[in-house]
């Protein structure tokens, strides 16, 4: 069967599809038993296939979400650079296409339609790319920067409210981490262990390297439990690549010049700079002095997606495995977006130096599909400063690099990998200590550590610009939202420095709630001001962009026109006036639709928690049908009511309100104009907290965290309790609502028990709650989605991610 599924989604237009080799089928039997799986291959050796093909591969065969046949939920499948997400994306989506048919494979999650049973949802979620920043999809494509962060409870591309809704995904599903080997020691690598560990039993994990030394990868199947599957060299050799390729190395104690690249230039050239300005340099002096028959193309991370996109469309078609043949003349300046995972190939790649294992990547860029190629490795303008890499291992590198030209093939880059990292890598996992970085995501998941995606994944925390030289002018709205520009936030503290008093910082204006009420633009008055920004925009005087060169900061240039997404990539919420009841069963009849896609999820954490799966259904079942409890107080429903006998009189009744009129875009002014609208997350958990944690017989950290998943439905770190007071009749209006009918429902009898509030609820800090927090996380994701899909469902009109 498993042979028959390969054969499909590996089927193209000049093949019927090829048998997968020994070691994918190795792979497909580890994973489909729910193993963790450290898989060691070469570049370009169908890594891929082998983590995708046992999930499509359930599905074809009828073990669909909801099926308990599936063996997991969805793939989540994690790169550590974008481009390798998207292009890999691309390759995924056209195989199933042919395997499933067009009209069932859908690339959004954001309009996820859980009434359709018969689609395939292959997504993409990067800081370009936002096609599903909630993780909706089954297939999900993304990088070890999106998942990491929504596992520490800090996800990159939503605002801080929604903090705590991704982290419920990973519960049931298959995580794959391509080029592991990539991660930071100390910062992202620790906190994939350390997710992996806590995950144990909860989702399967498939880690595949190419490049961990083999003392590290012992020790890391050590400490994961992971089934360790690695190609034998008579396997190695059989592969297509393997047995026909020669690719010679050679080490050039001068740094990279234009002159030198054109002169070793064949057909197909690509040079690797380790920074965007040394690559922009780069291709200024080799377009300058290239042929007139030679095109040159420069690649990096700061262009905006559109023009990416089109740049990385060309490089397939020049680059990729159907052009090996053409005849063309063609050089590619670039940096490390291209390292790993790009499936094309040079026969000339110039690289500048870095550590042996990022070579390594490099070079699976040149003779990828077999034939000669050679890889010439030059020193840096300055040998001391070796940034953005380690010096130690750069320099160690530079000791061991052949100096004459050397035939290389696996085993001897492996046995250079080893010279280089070995050491440094098992002393790094000898003295990892799973309980210390435990302690650091648990502050991160608590809220308490803002620098929290710095320490625990890597100095990431980019910052979303836009070039303009009016920022009043840019629309932000559900048909509209800009393009911007992902830049690393270092990068924009040291250019503020200088050009402060040309920018401007984006601030939310945020009502408490999922009410969106706009963004209002600030002028810098000082460079330290640029600390917390998450979106600026910067004047044309001193930021160039175009699409040949990207953004050049520092740079003078015209103002672009602003290109725009014809969807924002985070939720608009637009509502229409719904009673409590109405919004109580349309919640309900999401979940029963949702949770059909987290009954893998479910087994699991009912085994983890040795509780019945059956009972943790029907607890989940309660919660999103009284989520809203709070709302029933005597203060929120009288904002209420005042609000929409405003905004649509002919709509008022005394009925108990979920939902008012309110059109995120039309509305925004008028209700910042409103006083503040009362808070009911945490008011709703107090009440149901009596019964929860008495008369409904559950386990104490059970009963804490359905209570936390209702007080953090609107915001990922909810902890304060209000005195309220419910109006008459509560229990009339919640009777026939749900199966478990909750007594004791009760507002707090003083500002005492408000205080007590928060000892109630799930506290990441403590080990007596830990055991508990991936049923917090599962039970918050399906109340937040559960109420999203009712609210757009009764909005039939409009489209609440437009």
């Known amino acids: 069967m498993f042979l028959e599924t390969f054969r499909k989604i590996t089927k193209h237009e000049k093949s019927k599809g090829f048998d997968p080799y020994p070691y994918q089928v190795r792979v497909a039997d580890a994973v489909m038993a729910g193993r963790n799986v450290l898989l060691i291959a070469p570049t370009g050796s169908g890594k891929t296939w082998a983590a995708v093909a046992p999930f499509i591969h359930a599905r074809l065969n009828g073990a669909g979400a909801g099926d308990r046949a599936a063996f997991a939920d969805r793939l989540i499948y994690a790169l550590p650079l974008r481009t390798l997400a998207s292009s890999l994306h691309a390759d995924v989506v056209k195989a199933a296409r042919a395997a499933f048919g067009e009209e069932h494979v859908v690339v959004s999650g954001k309009e996820r339609d859980y009434r359709r049973r018969d689609r395939l949802y292959i997504t993409i979620q990067t800081g370009e790319a936002q096609d599903d920043p909630l993780f909706n999809g089954d297939i999900i494509f993304t990088t070890i920067d999106q998942l990491l962060s929504s596992y520490i409870n800090v996800p990159l591309s939503l605002p801080r409210k929604l903090s705590n809704i991704n982290a419920g995904a990973l519960i049931g599903a298959q995580i794959v981490l391509d080029e592991f080997h990539l991660l930071e020691e100390g910062k992202s690598l620790s906190t994939a262990i350390e997710m992996v560990d806590r995950l144990r039993g909860l989702a399967s994990v498939l880690i595949m390297t190419a490049t961990l030394s083999n003392l590290g990868c012992a020790r890391l199947a050590s400490i994961i439990d992971a089934h360790q599957i690695e190609l034998e060299e008579a396997e190695r050799l059989k592969l297509p690549a393997e047995s ?33 300005n040394r690559a922009q340099d780069m291709y200024l002096g080799i377009k300058n002095a290239a042929p007139k028959d030679t095109d040159v193309l420069l690649l990096h991370s700061r262009f905006y997606p559109d023009d990416r996109g089109q740049k990385e469309a060309e490089i397939i078609r020049r680059f990729g495995k159907a052009a090996q043949a053409k005849g063309d003349s063609i050089i590619l300046v670039t940096t490390q977006v291209i390292e790993a995972g790009m499936d094309i190939s040079c026969d000339v790649l110039h690289t500048e130096i870095a550590p042996a294992n990022s070579l390594v990547q490099r070079a699976g860029r040149c003779a990828r599909y077999g034939g000669a190629g050679e890889v010439i490795i030059y020193e840096l303008l300055e040998a001391d400063k070796t940034a953005p890499y380690d010096m130690k291992l750069v320099c160690k590198t530079r000791d061991v690099l052949p100096q004459e030209q050397t035939a290389m093939d696996f085993a001897i880059e492996r046995r250079l990998i080893d010279s280089v990292h070995g050491v440094p890598e098992t002393g ?42 009016n920022p009043n002018l840019i629309e932000f709205s559900r048909h509209k939202w800009p393009m911007s520009l992902s830049v690393p936030r270092s990068i924009v503290n040291r250019a503020a420095k200088d050009i402060f008093n040309h920018m401007w910082l984006a601030e939310l204006n945020d009502t408490g709630d999922d009410l969106w009420s706009g963004i209002t633009w600030r002028k810098m008055d000082e460079p330290k001001s640029i600390a917390g920004a998450w979106y600026v925009a910067i004047h044309p005087e001193v930021a160039a962009y175009s699409g040949e060169h990207g953004l050049m900061l520092g740079a003078s240039g015209s103002a672009p026109e602003v290109k725009y997404l014809d969807r924002p990539p985070i939720p608009l919420y637009s509502y229409k006036r719904e009673t409590f009841k109405e919004h109580a069963a349309r919640s309900l009849n999401a979940f029963e639709r949702i949770s059909e896609n987290y009954s893998n999820g479910l087994h699991k954490l009912a085994t983890s928690l040795a509780v019945g799966a059956a009972d943790v259904k029907r607890l989940a079942r309660m919660i999103v049908t009284l989520h809203d409890l709070g709302k029933l107080s005597v203060e929120w429903q009288s904002f209420a009511q005042t609000w929409q006998s405003k905004k649509r009189p002919e709509c008022f009744s005394q009925e108990p309100l979920a939902h008012t009129d309110y059109d995120p875009v039309e509305d925004a002014a008028a209700l910042r104009s409103m006083p503040p609208r009362p808070p009911h997350a945490a008011e709703g958990a107090f009440a149901l907290g009596h019964w929860l944690f008495g008369e409904a017989g ?76 991936p049923l917090y996380w599962y039970l918050a994701r399906l109340v937040r989605l559960s109420d999203q899909l009712a609210t757009k469902e009764v909005n039939a009109d409009e489209i609440k991610y437009r």
């Open 698 to 773: 559950l386990v104490p950290g059970v009963a804490r965290a359905a209570m936390s998943a209702i007080a953090r439905h609107h915001s990922g770190h909810t902890a304060s309790l209000r005195e309220f007071t419910f109006i008459e009749g509560i229990d009339k209006v919640i009777d026939g609502l749900v199966d478990l009918k909750p007594t004791g429902l009760r507002a707090p009898a003083d500002l005492i028990e408000c205080k007590q509030f928060p000892e109630y609820l799930i506290n990441p800090l403590s080990d007596e709650h830990e055991p508990f927090l």
């Open 244 to 276: 026909k390729r020669q690719r010679d190395w050679r080490f050039v104690g001068a740094p990279l010049d234009a002159s030198s690249i054109l002169s070793a230039h064949k057909q197909r050239t690509i040079v690797l700079c380790n920074t965007v």
């Open 428 to 469: 790094f996992l000898d003295g990892f200590s799973m309980y210390g970085h435990r302690q650091q995501v648990a502050r991160a998941m608590s809220g308490d550590d803002p620098g929290a995606v710095h320490a625990l994944i890597r100095d990431i925390d980019n910052i979303q610009a836009v070039v303009t030289d």
